[in-house]
Structures are given as structure tokens and as C-alpha cells.
């Protein structure tokens, strides 16, 4: 079990979470910019929004075959659990960060618009 966690909490493990993090703000940029309603969407809000790291990270397992996964994870579906696992972390990571440091101007950009006007 020790030698699986560090195998799952690695650099380029962290690098996988970063892109998630990246290709949901992306998506839901352009998401919010096509459907101009969702961000009054009681469904986008509490439904897909919190899905968002985790479909990412599920379809980035799926289609990525040559990263370097954890030796525990060779098989179609192992990758695809690590990609929704990554996506969790990604999401959880944000939301930590966003509470601790609420005025990074970085952080900020990674929120949506609804967070913004609820501040």
C-alpha cells in the first residue's frame, strides 16, 4: 500500500491534475458562453459542474495510453478509474485552495461566474 501512494502521488501525477484543472476551466468557459442561462442552472451548478474534473480526468484516462501510470493501473479501466481519481483530486484542490487563499488573483480565475457574483 506504501509503495502504491508513492507511485500515485508523483510529479508528473500532479502535472495530469494540473491539465485537469486547465482543460475544465476551459470547457466551462466556453460552456457558459454557448448556454448564456447556466450560470443561474440549479442542474449546471450542482450537477455538472462538480462532474466537469471528473469526466475530464475519466476521458483523459481513457484516451491517453502512454503515460506514465502507476504500475497498478495497465488495463482500459484501471486508467480510466486514475483519471476520474486525478479528476477528484484536481476538484478537491481547487476548492481547498479557493477557501484558503480567497483573493490570489490566480485562484480567481478559476472560479465560475456564479462564485463570483455570490461573493
Known sequence: MENLLEQIFTLTNVAFCLVIVVLVKIQRGLLERIWKGSVDSKWWNEF?????????GAL??????????????????????????????????????????????????????????NK
Open 48 to 56: 455538472f459542474m462538480p462532474l466537469g474534473p471528473l469526466g475530464t
Open 60 to 117: 483523459m484516462g481513457a484516451l491517453i495510453v502512454e503515460y506514465p501510470y502507476p504500475s497498478s493501473f495497465d488495463t482500459f479501466w484501471a486508467r480510466v478509474f486514475f483519471g476520474v481519481f486525478m479528476g477528484m483530486a484536481a476538484g478537491t484542490f481547487v476548492r481547498m485552495a479557493l477557501k484558503i487563499w480567497p483573493d490570489n488573483k490566480v485562484l480567481k480565475m478559476l472560479k465560475s461566474k456564479d462564485q463570483k457574483e
